[in-house]
């Protein structure tokens, strides 16, 4: 019996041409996006969606599920690529998860149970600017919780906090936390690339991907009266490119911004992934450091038995 691949890494590192490269040798091969911006429809371009030609190649799953008006929650891309994964093994073929968000991933691979959400509750919360003030709370409430994360950390406390005070159940009683890596079905695979290849690739593909549309692609979605989502509005460089279309920058310091934010949340991907000691790293080789070049090795991994 083989496992289904999960196969990770930062944005532009060449996880999709990797997968692709092995789908097209092993046809029992169905890709699953673990992308948490790669759902909506109509944001291809600047998402890096898999192009229609790819996707009539190689089946995937997990792209363009809903609108940009509409949430989408960690919890329900969960049940939806759970669902997939389950389809594609029943129908004796095997599943590549390829994507980089940390969060989503790890939901899936460890079956986590995902809280629900409060918006009311995060917005009082959300007014108090004083973070260590909402840590001390947290550790009244859930001192576990609060024992696992930094007092600094915003993000998280917060979350902490909505799920403890709206759902009446303390955050830490849904399991030990995202600094566990138990046993899991999934076997895991990382691109590691130099971060000069990196930062130099997500210049490029942000040139690349306006001559492909992408200013366009923002000023259709921008301009929906439906509007934009609080969790699409996230996708690396649409707001700067929206604020570009606005006319509050010119469209150079728009990318130069969004280049220097896509840098940042590749370094605070390989963070992520690099605690993870459940993963096996493959590292392209110089001079081009083409993910394709590990071809073999991600093979021998996809053949491994059990």
């Not at 992308?35 to 363009?64: C, F, I, K, N, W």
């Not at 509409?70 to 004796?92: P, S």
């Not at 999934?186 to 930062?199: N, S």
């Amino acid at each position: 019996m083989t496992r289904p691949v999960a196969l990770v890494g930062p944005t532009a590192s060449g996880k999709s041409a990797l997968a692709l490269a092995l789908a097209r040798v092993r046809s029992d091969a169905e890709l699953v996006s673990v992308d948490s911006m790669q759902v909506y429809r109509g944001m291809d371009v600047g998402t890096a969606t898999p192009s229609a030609s790819e996707r009539d190649e190689v089946p995937h799953h997990g792209l363009d599920l809903i609108d940009p008006h509409e949430e989408f929650t960690v919890a329900e891309f969960q049940r939806r690529v759970l669902a997939a994964v389950d389809d594609i093994e029943a129908r004796g073929r095997r599943a590549l998860l390829v994507g980089g968000t940390g969060l989503y991933l790890q939901a899936v691979v460890d079956g986590l149970e995902v809280p629900g959400r409060y918006p009311d509750v995060r917005a009082g919360l959300d007014a108090e600017p004083d973070t260590a003030a909402l840590h001390r709370r947290l550790s009244e409430l859930d001192p576990l919780a609060a024992a696992r994360m930094e007092p600094t950390n915003r993000r998280r406390v917060l979350r902490a906090l909505e799920v403890t005070i709206g759902g009446g159940r303390p955050f830490s009683s849904y399991g030990p936390g995202l600094d566990a890596y138990p046993p899991s079905r999934f076997r895991l695979v990382g691109l590691r690339l130099p971060r000069p290849v990196l930062d130099e690739r997500i210049a490029a593909r942000y040139a690349a991907q306006v001559e492909a549309g992408f200013v366009e692609e923002v000023r259709r979605v921008w301009e929906d009266p439906r509007g934009v989502s609080r969790s699409a509005a996230q996708a690396l460089g649409y707001k700067e490119l929206a604020d570009h279309l606005a006319g509050r920058c010119t469209l150079e310091e728009a990318l130069e911004l969004a280049v220097r934010r896509t840098r940042r949340f590749a370094r605070r991907q390989e963070r992520w992934f690099r605690r993870d000691p459940r993963i096996t790293w493959l590292e392209p080789p110089p001079p081009d450091h083409d993910a394709r070049a590990v071809l073999d090795e991600l093979l021998a991994i996809w053949d491994e038995p059990g």
